[in-house]
């Protein structure tokens, strides 16, 4: 199973990116996928993620800004952020939970490899 995440890049405050990711593989289901970010010297922290229902969760710092969505049969995410500022800067990764790709093993967490986001004027 890999993930693939592509979108990043620079932009001015107060504009938009959206970010894209793709599972592939033998993947039978994943259960929730989501985008996670780390700013230098920071740890990674969550920021959106989405169940194979669509239930979604933010963190606070990108509520009402940010929009994840998905598609189950493509095995993809997007994330629109808008209204980027400074502190959304960071390498953005996608990761997905409980993915079910081999008969008689346990579901397992897959990481892409970050796509870098600079917001800066």
């Known amino acids: 199973v890999q993930l693939q995440a592509s979108g990043g890049g620079l932009v001015l405050p107060g504009g938009s990116l959206r970010l894209s990711c793709a599972a592939s593989g033998n993947i039978f289901s994943i259960n929730t996928m989501g985008w996670y970010r780390q700013a230098p010297g920071k740890k990674r922290e969550m920021v959106a993620t989405?169940?194979?229902?669509?239930?979604?969760k933010y963190s606070d710092s990108v509520k009402d800004r940010f929009a994840i969505s998905r598609d189950n049969d493509k095995n993809m995410i997007w994330l629109q952020m808008n209204a980027l500022k400074p502190d959304d800067t960071g390498v953005y990764y996608c990761?997905?939970?409980?993915?079910?790709?081999?008969?008689?093993?346990?579901?397992?967490?897959?990481w892409g490899q970050g796509t870098l986001v600079t917001v800066s004027s």
């Open positions: 989405i169940t194979s229902g669509e239930t979604t």
């Open positions: 990761n997905a939970d409980g993915v079910h790709y081999r008969l008689g093993v346990p579901p397992g967490t897959f």
